[in-house]
Nanobody, 122 residues
Framework: QVHLVESGGGLVQVGGSLRLSCVASGRTAADDAMAWFRQAPGKEREFVAAIRWRSNSPWNGEPAKGRFTIAVDSAKNTDYLNMNKVTPEDTAVYYC???????????????WGQGTQVSVSS
């Protein structure tokens, strides 16, 4: 059974930085892709970024381009979302996911963490 635990969320000021972590357990070789999504109140869940562990190949969605980076530490079974230059529009619950169910790295995914809240104050 795959288990994902996010951490690192909190309150950050506009223009600041934050690093989210996702510790994965129970992954198999088939769960090569790890992704981050976010969901703001009243909005649909949105793809942020993803990475393939074996090739260390990142893929950034629109919210991440130019500001966020995704990275993986295979030894720690952890992937990270480094958030920079945050804006109030980045306020959301951020989820990590694995178990890609399609050929597109943007999803859908089978396994999800419980989420971590990021709030950006102006």
């Amino acid at each position: 059974q795959v288990h994902l635990v996010e951490s690192g969320g909190g309150l950050v000021q506009v223009g600041g930085s934050l690093r989210l972590s996702c510790v994965a357990s129970g992954r198999t070789a088939a769960d090569d892709a790890m992704a981050w999504f976010r969901q703001a109140p009243g909005k649909e869940r949105e793809f942020v970024a993803a990475i393939r562990w074996r090739s260390n190949s990142p893929w950034n969605g629109e919210p991440a381009k130019g500001r966020f980076t995704i990275a993986v530490d295979s030894a720690k079974n952890t992937d990270y979302l480094n958030m920079n230059k945050v804006t109030p529009e980045d306020t959301a619950v951020y989820y990590c996911a694995t178990g890609l169910l399609s050929e597109s790295i943007t999803g859908p995914y089978k396994y999800w963490g419980q989420g971590t809240q990021v709030s950006v104050s102006s």
